[in-house]
């Protein structure tokens, strides 16, 4: 398994330029999360799925947008970029299958806009 | 709120003991994890606790719960330079709602 993947692995982008971050799984979880680490604040939710065809919001949503058409698969998608959404950007899946609610990551996007 | 607080730095001699500490202020936690991220990577589960419980040893980690103060203790034995990392503390609330700590950075000294 290459359990969760993440691309690209480095992004620079101009202000008001869009982009989608790619995010895939081939563990069969259930749950995906995008995450977003900024420097002393840890790992903030910005959207999550419990599986195909149904997404929410975490707790940073604004400026992005996610789907979910396959179990595989989640994207996140930046319409319109601002410096304020530099940062690195973590994938996560899980399984209500294992017991302990573990999450498994990606190796991160790290995104600078200008 | 949910807020989970770790201390941002900690210096330690190769050989001895770290301790990492974090508080959180939800007392329906299920589990609480530990998190271990090297630089330029992604995060890397070290270890779980589960809330009924009041320790867990694992080889050189050892986790600490105080439910009464809500504070997690992740405790490396023989600290190596191999262990210096950015550790993260994480509660889970709930079904999958997974908070995370702001990460403690662990310098290694030779």
């Known amino acids: 398994n290459a359990g969760v993947t993440q691309t690209p692995k480095f992004q620079v982008l101009k202000t008001g330029q869009s982009m989608t971050l790619q995010c895939a799984q081939d563990?069969?979880?259930?749950?995906m999360s995008w995450y977003r680490q900024d420097p002393g604040m840890g790992l903030r939710l910005i959207h999550y799925?419990?599986?195909?065809?149904?997404?929410d919001q975490g707790e940073v949503p604004n400026g992005y947008n996610v789907s979910r058409s396959t179990t595989e698969d989640f994207p996140l998608r930046l319409l319109s970029a601002a410096p304020s959404q530099t940062s690195v950007y973590f994938c996560?899946?899980?399984?209500?299958?294992?017991?302990?609610?573990?999450?498994?990551f990606g190796p991160g996007t790290r995104l600078t806009v200008l | 709120g949910e807020d989970v607080e770790q201390s941002l730095f900690l210096s330690v001699r190769e050989g001895d003991s770290s301790v990492i500490n974090c508080t959180y202020t939800?007392?329906?936690?299920?589990?609480l994890y530990w998190y271990k991220q090297e630089p330029g990577a992604g995060l890397q589960l070290l270890t779980y606790?589960?809330?009924?419980?009041d320790m867990k040893q694992d080889q050189r980690l050892t986790v600490l719960l105080n439910k009464k103060d809500k504070h997690l203790s992740l405790r490396i034995a023989d600290t190596q330079t191999g262990d210096s990392a950015i550790y993260f503390c994480?509660?889970?609330?709930?079904?999958?709602?997974?908070?995370f700590g702001t990460g403690t950075k662990l310098q290694v000294i030779p």
């Open positions: 563990m069969n979880h259930e749950y």
């Open positions: 996560a899946s899980s399984s209500e299958r294992e017991p302990t609610d573990t999450q498994y």
């Open positions: 606790i589960f809330s009924n419980m």
């Open positions: 939800d007392s329906s936690s299920t589990y």
């Open positions: 799925s419990v599986g195909a065809g149904i997404t």
């Open positions: 994480a509660e889970v609330v709930g079904y999958q709602k997974v908070t």
